[in-house]
Antibody
Framework: EVQLVESGGGLVQPGGSLRLSCEAS????????MSWVRQAPEMGLEWVAN????????NYLDSVKGRFTISRDNSKKSLYLQMNSLRAEDTALYYC????????????WGQGTLVTVSS | DIQMTQSPSSVSASVGDRVTITCRAS??????LAWFQQKPGKAPKLLIYGASSLQSGVPSRFSGSESGTYFTLTISSLQPEDFATYYCQQAKSFPWTFGQGTKVEIK
């Protein structure tokens, strides 16, 4: 069974940092692109970043470029999102998702981890 | 960035009704369009990819179509488990973007 379990969310002050993790199981993690997608409270979905199987290609949403860093460790079957210089508008539920670039889809999602940026 | 405009924002329907949701892209997508279903407190679930291909395991009452920059998700006979919010998403170019969502509510 495919499982994606996010962790690392919490309450942080504006300007602070957090590192999100996503632990994968039930599929060959090293064979898939992976993405982070966020959803602000009672709002829609917003793609944040994605990373190729070997980490050699990475794409970011402009508003997080230079502040967020996506990475992965295939030996640990884990995806990460280092978030620095956090802003109130980064407050959201952050999902990791298996991504198929051939179809441009998020095939399977975790349950998310909540990030709240507030003083 | 490609803008995705979804309509309606909400629809009230009864079990057995045919429901149609539309997404308009600000530029051509060459079928790089997916549809997702999200139930309250749950993660989104992929329904349709490539504008009209049904994801494995998704009931055949769901279908997708494309006409130029207009994309349609149709539920042919609404079932109780279909009450949810539906999102379109384009993957033609980065940043990948979503529509604002359509909430399907019980009439």
């Amino acid at each position: 069974e495919v499982q994606l379990v996010e962790s690392g969310g919490g309450l942080v002050q504006p300007g602070g940092s957090l590192r999100l993790s996503c632990e994968a199981s039930g599929f060959t993690f090293s064979s898939y692109w992976m993405s982070w997608v966020r959803q602000a409270p009672e709002m829609g979905l917003e793609w944040v970043a994605n990373i190729k199987q070997d980490g050699s290609e990475i794409n970011y949403l402009d508003s997080v470029k230079g502040r967020f860093t996506i990475s992965r460790d295939n030996s640990k079957k884990s995806l990460y999102l280092q978030m620095n210089s956090l802003r109130a508008e980064d407050t959201a539920l952050y999902y990791c998702a298996i991504t198929t670039m051939a179809t441009g889809t998020f095939d399977y999602w975790g349950q998310g981890t909540l990030v709240t940026v507030s003083s | 960035d490609i803008q995705m405009t979804q309509s309606p924002s909400s629809v009230s329907a009864s079990v057995g009704d045919r429901v149609t949701i539309t997404c308009r892209a600000s530029q051509g997508l060459s079928s790089w369009l997916a549809w997702f279903q999200q139930k309250p407190g749950k993660a989104p679930k992929l329904l349709i990819y490539g504008a009209s291909s049904l994801q494995s395991g998704v009931p055949s009452r769901f279908s997708g179509s494309e006409s130029g920059t207009y994309f349609t998700l149709t539920i042919s006979s609404l079932q109780p488990e279909d009450f949810a919010t539906y999102y379109c998403q384009q993957a033609k170019s980065f940043p990948w973007t979503f529509g604002q969502g359509t909430k399907v509510e019980i009439k």
